[in-house]
């Protein structure tokens, strides 16, 4: 079900609600896991979906909850981006609050084709924000891409002193907590050049209106808002 991920690129948290509540009840997705109810009672899902557009939450029954973890993060496009990539790209924290609801703890740290978080795409694209929402979640600000980059990387080589401070003390903070020794060397295996980060799948948006403004800055082949109106 694309339409989740599309959901979340735009900002569209009603119709993502919906979906989530009708997902929630249908148990549509492919090959479910084995140890997740399918269905859910339909007085159930009505109850949900009124629950979720009244209240705001995103949250359906606790039982429903449970499938939606099963199913919501398997959801991807082609370039194997989930509904959460998407939205922390783009800084829509409702629809950040809603998934990580939603979301199983291993799938925090879900990659995309070129090896890709969602905290990657909210580091590069200054969404301070969605970074302390991910991080609160356990998100690893230490994960390499496929070009060996880690959100950290992101963060300074965009100049996002703050942003950078953050995933700092997370990465600290998690050393600490594995009993690592803490030291800097994060980025050693950052490419020479510090260009070119096959990060170029697109974390923002397209001309459509919905990317930031400044997602675009760098000026190599990893330009985020990608101006021909597609996602790579």
């Given amino acids: 079900m694309e339409e989740i991920v599309d959901c979340a690129r735009y900002g569209e948290l009603d119709e993502l609600k919906q ?18 109810p399918t269905t859910a009672p339909a007085a ?18 606790p039982a429903q909850v449970e499938v939606l973890k099963t199913r919501a993060h398997k959801f991807t496009d082609a370039n194997g981006n989930t509904a959460l990539h998407m939205a922390a790209a783009n800084g829509h924290i409702d629809i950040l609050e809603v998934l ?23 580091a590069l694209n200054g969404h301070t924000q969605a970074i302390e929402k991910l991080l609160a979640a356990n998100a690893n600000p ?12 992101e963060a300074m080589s965009t100049d996002r002193a703050e942003i950078t401070d ?7 903070q998690r050393a600490k907590q594995n009993g690592d020794d803490i030291g800097d060397d994060d980025n050693d295996n950052a490419d020479a050049d510090g260009g070119n980060d096959n990060d170029d799948d697109g ?7 919905v990317a930031d403004d400044d997602a675009g800055a760098d000026d190599d082949s990893e330009v985020v808002v990608l101006r021909a109106g597609t996602m790579q």
């Fill in 100 to 122: 990580l609801q939603v979301w199983p703890a291993s799938a925090v740290d879900a990659v995309n084709s070129r090896g890709n978080t969602a905290l990657h795409w909210a």
């Fill in 203 to 209: 974390p923002a948006d397209d001309d459509e209106g």
């Fill in 19 to 36: 979906l989530l509540a009708d997902e929630a009840a249908s148990g549509s997705l492919n090959e479910p896991e084995a140890s997740a």
């Fill in 166 to 172: 953050l995933l700092l003390k997370a990465s600290e």
């Fill in 44 to 61: 159930d899902a009505a109850a949900a979906t009124a629950a979720a557009g009244a209240s705001g939450s995103g949250t359906t029954t």
């Fill in 142 to 153: 230490e994960i390499q891409n496929t070009a060996g980059k880690s959100p950290l990387y």
